[in-house]
């Protein structure tokens, strides 16, 4: 199965390389992650951040070692293309009910992802200057939420995407201003800063990296929409395992060096207010050379810059993903018309209003675990997915199973964090996971449903023999 035949590839003008393959994965990592993220995992183990992304990092490269092996493997398929998370579960399992689940639950790790850059933007739009906290008594928070998800999804029905190249300077512009910052941080604290760095080397033996690892995971799931772009770029069994390769690495470097000049730059701005503690320490850096508040707005600007750049392309690529399974009938028809050219408008509308109530109603935690959550499922299954076909020469068993271990385990830790530390979060997250799967099974288990339970005959009012 391939979702691209039917629907366009994102580049209509065109195959693309590996230079766009790479900006197009690391975009999606990059992208409003690190924004969005730094504040809640900084939040669980403090000076170990940087530890946790890395651990992080190495998860994602066991899931994209799966991937790629799979992609190969289902390249070799009746088909002779490749695919995503969906079109593995039916390629090697056969279950239409079990790809489906996948399915929704990665379209909901989308949605988590899209709230999640929503809640990011709306926080670093306060704290520009002059940028009130609330308006008219009410919070100002939630409502610039909902407009940059209104705003996209409109721009989305006008027919708006992202080229290759236009994606190529968005993540150039992104990497360069992080990597500025990083390195303006490390100069500041050798250079003027009289404080030792902190690396938190007592919490690296504890189980906190581990669990802020678990929730930092929905900033590395950008690598995996490269499957769902087979169709557009050049040579993929090629340029995709090389293009992720890259990525990863490269974004992990990134999120080590900022974690680690923010909280030794900004140490009470992650305690007070994590959310915009990026700011703080570029003001701090800044005031070094008395460029303190244009400091602090680049990074308020790049935020807003990243983390809206992130809600369209994910809000794109989540889009054609659901246009995909509506053709497969893996989501209900009232969801849209697969027959629409582009996205159907009604699929924008309902992951619009999705994610908009989400990014209004939700904490930023609450956010973010359900988003991570969502994607450990769907990695950590991919992985073990692997490991069942670890008997081709084409996939090792090491990598997978690390990866499927690694899935359960921070599967397990997060929950684990999350009713230790956070309560309401846990059963806030606890019942929208019940919610989802409840209503998976409903749908994908309706005939049975039908066959097993006594329908009413609405025109004579009783029970149906």
């Known amino acids: 199965m391939s979702w691209r035949d039917d629907v366009g590839p994102l ?3 065109g195959s693309f390389g590996l230079t766009e393959a790479v900006s197009m994965a690391l975009g999606g990592m990059i992208g409003g992650g690190i924004y969005a993220v730094l504040g809640v995992v900084a939040g669980i183990t403090q000076a170990a951040t ?16 799966s991937y790629i092996g799979l992609n190969e493997l289902a390249a070799d398929g009746d088909d002779g293309g490749g695919g995503g998370s969906v079109t593995f579960v039916q390629s090697f399992t056969g279950n239409s009910t079990l790809a489906g689940m996948i399915g929704w639950t990665l379209l909901f790790g989308y949605v988590g992802s ?5 809640f990011a933007f709306a926080e670093f739009t306060i704290s520009l200057p002059a940028v009130p906290a609330t308006v008219v008594g009410l919070p100002l928070r939630p409502l610039l939420s909902v407009f940059v998800v209104a705003g996209f999804v409109g721009l989305n029905l006008l027919g708006a995407h992202a080229t290759g190249s236009a994606e190529n300077v968005l993540t150039s512009v992104k990497v360069v201003v992080l990597v500025a910052f990083g390195i303006a941080g490390v100069w500041y604290a050798l250079a003027v800063s009289s404080e030792p760095v902190s690396i938190g080397a007592g919490r690296l033996t504890s189980f906190s990296p581990v669990m802020a690892a678990a929730v930092s995971f929905v900033a590395f799931q950008g690598w995996q929409l490269l499957f769902y772009d087979q169709e557009s770029i050049e040579d993929p069994l090629e340029t995709i395992p090389r293009a992720i390769y890259v990525s990863i690495p490269v974004a992990v470097s990134i999120y080590v060096l900022v974690a680690l000049v923010t909280y030794n730059l900004a140490p009470t701005a992650i305690q007070n207010n994590p959310h915009t503690a990026l700011v703080d320490a570029a003001s701090t850096i800044g005031g070094a050379v008395g460029l303190s508040s244009a400091a602090g707005v680049v990074i308020s600007l790049s935020a807003l810059f990243s983390t809206g750049s992130a809600i369209n392309a994910t809000l794109f690529s989540a889009g054609y993903f659901a246009k995909g399974m509506l053709t497969d009938d893996l989501l209900p028809d009232r969801a849209g018309d697969s027959s629409e050219s582009g996205v159907p408008t009604r699929t924008l509308l309902v992951l619009g209003a999705v994610t908009a109530a989400f990014t209004a109603y939700g904490s930023l935690s609450a956010i973010t675990s ?16 692997a490991f069942a076909q670890r008997d081709d020469d084409r996939i ?4 997978p199973a690390v990866g499927a271990v690694g899935g359960a385990l921070s ?6 964090h999350l009713y ?3 309560r309401g979060t846990f059963y806030a997250v606890l019942l929208i996971a019940v919610a989802v799967f409840a ?3 409903l749908y994908f288990e309706r005939d049975v449903l039908e066959e097993e339970i006594p329908y009413l005959d609405h025109e004579s009012g009783r029970t149906a023999d």
Do not use: K, P, Q, R
């Open 11 to 13: 580049m209509t003008d």
């Open 396 to 399: 090792g068993a090491t990598w």
């Open 50 to 65: 940087w530890f946790a992304f890395l651990l992080a990092g190495l998860l994602a490269t066991c899931a994209a070692y």
């Open 420 to 422: 230790t530390a956070e």
């Open 411 to 416: 599967f397990v830790l997060m929950f684990y």
């Open 439 to 441: 209503v998976e099974l």
């Open 114 to 118: 899209m709230a999640m850059y929503a």
């Open 370 to 385: 359900f988003a991570s959550l969502s994607f450990i499922v769907v990695f950590g299954a991919m992985s073990a997915l």
